[in-house]
């Protein structure tokens, strides 16, 4: 039986949604697991973070609270000014990082309850903070623009 | 006074582009050559105002005159002339003023180049051209104005972000802007076209160079910001798939897209309403990326002096325009006529194909670059999509899209043969996996994922050699001759194959330096060495050094390869620019063929050492070689003769006008 024009064009439109709903099935399974939240220390007091969930927490590097150990590894502590949560990360911190600015933290909390990051995040521009941060602190009413 | 003229060209040029929306439109429409004749004049008049008035901005850069309050912001008189210059584009309001200035250079040189285009068609286009320069003129004169004035002026200026103070500014944003900016050429054909309800085959002649063109110059501005990115934050990063980043990527992914359909729309008329849809959806997405980049909506390591304000202007903009060519897109396409028809196993059918695979990905990465704004707007909560969401997503899409890369140019147009295709590409095949194997079984920590990705790399390349050597008659004839066949082939097939090959490039960078990069972290004094992939690396300590308009703490490094012979310095640096107070690291990099070694510098340890971060990149130049080729080979299909606008056909006789197909 010759295939007609008709069939030939429906099964290439159904090759490629099915392909589509392929697609789109990765993608969305993708972002269930792959997306990580963003916490305050204080959301992270709330709310909980299960140990091993990826999260970026940030929040302002605390005054006084960057501590080397003499080699590589490096704490220091995040804070909303209600919560605090500390950090501890290996490697080479942003040219940007410092007391008093805002700082994203990528990591999970380990089974003891402290927080390892694998990535430290500050911004290129002295003059703004990182959007999620200056958001949330806005909104507890704790950071104005300008400040 | 120059600052004022400046101001009252960018001013004039906006009354004209209004005049330019309109006038040619309505000439067009009813058939007025003299409205339409004011589109070509009014064009070039709006480049020579908009060029003025970026030449007064210059200008005051130049003269440091801080009484021009972008000026004050950005600039300071000890910087260095070069980024004095660039840093004209390094702020929100002058790199307006640049996308602008190329907007109107495109409109300009459709004008000039465009005259054997039909006159309506002609007067369309440059009306829509005008539509959006007047949208983003009068977002730079109503909100980023550059030429604003302060009294009493400073004294000393602010100087621009020490980052950005780097030939990459001289070089990424004109080539990046060139690339989106060109795309508003298809955009603007797209939308004529369904203005006048008939399109054909010249349609796409035409507009195939824009968007080679627009294309070369995306890939090789997304190419310099990735090496820029790579050598100044000191993270050894290439790419992030940070939303900056992304709004980059996706026009070029469906300009790519664009770029393919047009052809075929040339040669076989089909997919006519797809690639118009795929022109609109290209510029869109590129206003789309404006508006990410501009308005800070989202967090990006990138992102420059944004202003949230200001986005809800460009984002009025984006809506007006995508929303009023879809609108018109929805109204009009059920005018143009489907074209040819073709079995699913061709050119076209593989062509297709290219469409499918770059579109979906380009929804996928578009879907993860939006996914936070969403998820904020809906539930309020924030979240981040990072590599790891891009790297199961976007790698699956492709690698079938990059497998299939080598079969395209050799099937023939309307019904090819699979088989004979695969034997044809059988050494090809045969070489990538000898390749793939050997590296499998001689390097060490080359996974069996790893050892996929050279073949993917080697099967591109190979697959391009095989379709040059094929069209020259290798093998089939003797040697002169496929060499004299080899020199006349199209340029443009040159070009297909050094893109595709370049893909290949990129490829074998990208998954050499996944796979076998080398990392080493650890605190150093003078004197000490450590091992680098075999590479002994000794540090030699710190040096001061005074640059124009910062200072500098050197580390200066002496490495050795593995037969101990001393091989060179690196110098890494921390600077500190005193005028913003702002450290910037300066990454110590060595190239060993086409692999780096690259040397970070961390904080002073109390006792006087210092955090050194050191890492292999093996064949890491290829991921830029790579994207060198794919803009070389744009630019080589682009001196193709039969996509030479105003060139006469190769072979079909043309009419004095070309003839338009009425599309019913």
Known sequence: ??????????????????FLALATTLTFVALGSKASYFYTPADVAEKGVAAGERIRLGGLVATGS?????????????????ETVTVSYSGILPDLFREEQGVIAEGAFDASGHFVADTVLARHDENYMPREVADSMKARGIWQDGE | MIVEIGHFALVLAFALSLVLSVAPLVGARIGDARLMGIAE????????????????????YVQSDFSVANVWENSHSAKPMLYKITGVWGNHEGSMLLWILILAAFAALVAIFGRNLPATLRANVLAVQGM?????????????????????PPIEGQDLNPILQDIGLAIHPPL????????????????????????????????????????????????????????????????????????????????????HSAIVMEKRSALKIWTVLLAILTFSLSLLGTFLVRSGVLTSVHAFATDPTRGVFILMILIAFIGGSLALFAFRAS?????????PISREGGLVLNNLFLTTAAATVLVGTLWPLLVEAVSGEKISVGAPFFNMTFGPLIVPLLLAVPFGPLLAWKRGDLLAVSQRLFAAFGVSLAIALATFFIVDRVSALAAFGIAVAFWLVFGAITDLALKSGVGKVSAPVALRRFIGLPRSVFGTALAHAGLGLTTLGIVAVSALEVERIAVMQPGDAMDVAGYELRFDGIFPFEGPNYTEEQGRFTYSDRSGRERGEIVSAKR????RQMPTTEAGIASRGFSQLYVALGDRAPDGGIVVRAWWKPQVLFIWIGCVAMMLGGAISLLDRRLRVGAPAARRATPARPAVEPAE
């Open chain 2, 576 to 579: 500190f620019y005193p005028a």
């Open chain 2, 335 to 343: 005018t143009l006529t489907a074209g040819g028809v073709f079995h």
């Open chain 2, 132 to 152: 959006i320069a007047a949208a983003f003129l009068l977002f730079v004169l109503a909100s980023s104005n550059p030429f604003e004035r302060i009294n009493p």
């Open chain 1, 1 to 18: 039986m010759a295939i007609t024009r008709k069939q030939k064009r429906l099964a290439v439109i159904g090759g490629a949604f099915g």
């Open chain 2, 176 to 259: 990046l802007y060139l690339g989106y900016v060109g795309f508003s050429i298809c955009f603007s054909f797209a939308v004529a076209a369904l203005i006048e309800g008939r399109i054909d085959a010249a349609w796409a002649r035409w507009v195939r160079p824009w968007t080679l063109a627009a294309w070369a110059a995306l890939t090789g501005g997304i190419a310099m910001g990735s090496y820029w990115a790579y050598y100044e934050l000191g993270w050894g990063g290439y790419w992030f798939w940070d939303p900056v980043e992304n709004a980059s990527f996706l026009p070029w992914l469906s300009g790519t897209a664009l770029l």
């Open chain 1, 66 to 82: 960057i501590a080397r150990d003499g080699g590589t590894d490096v704490s220091f502590a995040v804070t909303d000014r209600i």
């Open chain 2, 41 to 60: 004049p009014a064009s070039i008049s709006i480049l020579a105002l908009i060029a003025l008035s970026f030449a007064a901005l210059t200008v005051a």
